[in-house]
C-alpha cells in the first residue's frame, strides 16, 4: 500500500480506516479501533500475527492453565451437585420412612378399631341370638312344665339338656321372695 499516505488526522471514510489499518498493521504501534468492534476484531488477529513465539506460547500455556481451572472448577460443582443430591435423597428417604411409617400407624390403628367394631357388633348379634334363643327354649321348658309334660318330652321339643329342665323345674318349685 504503497499510495495509501494519509496520517491518522486525515482518515474519514470506512475505506480509509481499513486501508491504514493495512498499511500500519506491520509497524509494531498501538492501532487505532476508530470505534468499530469489526476493526478492534481485526486489531486483535493482527496483534496475534505479530506476536512473538515466547509470547504466543506463553499465552497458550496461560489459556491451557485457565482451562484446567475452568474444568476443575467445573468438577467441584458436579461433585457439590452430586453430594448434595445424594444427601437430599437421604434426607428426604429417612422423612419420608418416619412419615410412612406415622401413617401406616394410623391407618393400622383406624382399620384395626374398624375391624374391631365389626368383629364385635358380629360377635355381639351372635350371642344376642345365642341368648334370644336360649331364653326361648327356657320359655318353652317352662310352659311345659306348667303344664305338667314329662320330662322327656320337654328335653326333646325344647332342646335342653335334661339337668336344665330339671334346673327350671326346680326354680319353678320354689317360691319367689319378694
Known amino acids: 500500500m504503497p499510495n495509501f499516505k494519509k496520517s491518522i488526522e486525515e482518515v474519514n471514510s470506512s475505506i480509509d480506516k481499513w486501508l491504514y489499518l493495512l498499511n500500519h498493521a506491520k509497524d509494531g504501534k498501538e492501532l487505532p479501533n476508530f470505534g468499530s468492534d469489526i476493526i ?3 486489531i486483535e488477529r493482527i496483534k496475534v500475527e505479530n506476536a512473538s513465539d515466547e509470547l504466543l506460547a506463553a499465552q ?3 489459556m491451557t492453565t485457565k482451562e484446567d481451572y475452568e474444568s476443575w472448577a467445573i468438577g467441584l460443582v458436579i ?3 452430586e453430594k448434595a443430591k445424594a444427601e437430599g435423597f437421604a434426607k428426604g428417604h429417612d422423612e419420608g420412612l418416619v412419615e410412612g411409617r406415622a401413617e401406616g400407624l394410623v391407618e393400622g390403628r383406624a382399620e384395626g378399631h374398624a375391624e374391631g367394631r365389626a368383629e364385635g357388633r358380629a360377635e355381639g348379634r351372635k350371642e344376642g341370638r345365642e341368648e334370644g334363643a336360649a331364653d326361648e327354649r327356657s320359655a318353652v321348658a317352662l310352659d311345659m312344665l306348667a303344664d305338667n309334660e314329662p320330662i322327656e318330652k320337654i328335653v326333646k321339643y325344647s332342646h335342653l339338656s335334661k339337668e336344665k ?4 323345674r326346680n326354680k319353678q318349685a320354689k317360691p319367689t321372695a319378694r
Open 60 to 62: 497458550e500455556a496461560n
Open 40 to 42: 478492534q476484531d481485526a
Open 79 to 81: 461433585n457439590a451437585s
Open 165 to 168: 329342665v330339671l334346673e327350671l
